[in-house]
C-alpha cells in the first residue's frame, strides 16, 4: 500500500545536469528519513545523499558540492540535483524511505524501482 515512485533519470554529457524526484504515496502517517542510493554494475550500493524530515542534510564526499537534495513534505517527496555529472556517476538510482504507515507505531524502509542515470564522457 505504499510506493515510492521514481523519475527523471536519462542520458547526459560529462558537465551536465539532472533533476531526479521520488514521491511517495499510498498509506502514510509520517515520514522521516529520506535519501538516494546508487549502484553501478559490479559494485554494492552506496549512499549518496539523505535528507531528515527537518531538512538536515548529509552527503557521500564523492558528490558534495554537486549534488544536492531537497525534500516537499507537503508532497511527500525527495529531490536530487545533480550537478556537473561525471561519468563515474553512472549507476541505477534508487530512492529510500523511512516511512510510519497509518495505525502503526514504529517506520520501515521502502525503495523506490530504481532510475538509469548514464553520463557519458
Known amino acids: 500500500q505504499v510506493q515510492l515512485v521514481e523519475s527523471g533519470g536519462g542520458l547526459v554529457q560529462a558537465g551536465g545536469s539532472l533533476r531526479l524526484s521520488c514521491a511517495a504515496s499510498g498509506s502514510i502517517f509520517s515520514i522521516n528519513d529520506m535519501g538516494w542510493y546508487r549502484q553501478a554494475p559490479g559494485k554494492q550500493r552506496e549512499l549518496v545523499a539523505a535528507i531528515t524530515s527537518g531538512g538536515i542534510s548529509n552527503y557521500a564526499d564523492s558528490v558534495k558540492g554537486r549534488f544536492t537534495i531537497s525534500r516537499d513534505n507537503a508532497k511527500n517527496t525527495v529531490y536530487l540535483q545533480m550537478n556537473s555529472l561525471k561519468p563515474e556517476d553512472t549507476a541505477v538510482y534508487y530512492c529510500?524511505?523511512?516511512?510510519?504507515?497509518?495505525?502503526?507505531?514504529?517506520?520501515?524502509?521502502?525503495w523506490g524501482q530504481g532510475t538509469q542515470v548514464t553520463v557519458s564522457s
Open positions: 529510500n524511505a523511512d516511512i510510519r504507515r497509518l495505525f502503526r507505531t514504529t517506520t520501515s524502509p521502502y
